[in-house]
Every structure is written in C-alpha cells, then in structure tokens.
C-alpha cells in the first residue's frame, strides 16, 4: 500500500525557515512527479511545488518561487521542500502528493493530477 508521510512543519516567526519531509513508502520504482500543495483555513487547496522524480524539471507557485525549494533523496524516496522567507499568509496544512501518471506540465499544478496524498503537517508562521 502507498504512504506518503510528511513531516517538518511547526511554527516559526516571520522571515524563518522550515523544511518539509515526504518519505514514500509500499513501492520501489518512484513516481513521476511529486508536489507540494497547502490548504489554509476556508481557502481551497493550493498547488505549492512540484518536481519530475527524474529531478530535471521543477515547477513552482509564483507566491513561493525564489523562496522555497523543492528537492529529492532517491535513496530514501523522499522529497523535501524547503521554505526560507515565511510569510504569515504561508501558514496551512502542507500536503505532499504524488502520481506514477505520465501527466503533462499543465496538470502538475492542480490536484486532479495527483493520486497519492499524504495527512498533511500544519506549518503556522508568526508576525
């Protein structure tokens, strides 16, 4: 069976940094992407990062891009998102997701294009 199970998320002040943990688990052949997405209270959830597994190519949310950096250990089938420069308005629930899908860029960024979500870790940012 699949896991996804993140981890890494707490509270920190303004201007600090966090970085998120997604260890996959129940495959060994990895996924064809794997992203980041957030959901804040009364907000729909929201596409944060996201990367092919092959590493090559990475996609971000432009309220993100230059912040946060998403990244992956193929030994461990972990992917890591770390996030320098928080905000208050990023305080949510993060949420890993992943896909063996051969799907094209343009569904990377929305949550129809994923098949595998972890629980969610709260990251909470002070002012």
């Known amino acids: 069976q699949v896991q996804l199970v993140e981890s890494g998320g707490g509270l920190v002040q303004a201007a600090g940094s966090l970085r998120l943990s997604c260890a996959a688990s129940g495959r060994t052949a990895g996924y064809y992407v794997m992203g980041w997405f957030r959901q804040a209270p009364g907000k729909e959830r929201e596409f944060v990062a996201a990367?092919?597994?092959?590493?090559?190519?990475?996609f971000y949310a432009d309220s993100v891009r230059g912040r946060f950096t998403i990244s992956r250990d193929s030994a461990k089938n972990t992917v890591y998102l770390q996030m320098n420069s928080l905000k208050p308005e990023d305080t949510a629930v993060y949420y890993c997701?992943?896909?063996?899908?051969?799907?094209?860029?343009?569904?990377?960024?929305?949550?129809?294009?994923?098949?595998?979500w972890g629980q969610g870790t709260q990251v909470t940012v002070s002012s």
């Open positions: 990367m092919r597994w092959s590493g090559s190519i990475t």
């Open positions: 997701a992943a896909t063996d899908r051969r799907i094209p860029a343009a569904q990377t960024m929305g949550v129809n294009g994923y098949d595998y």
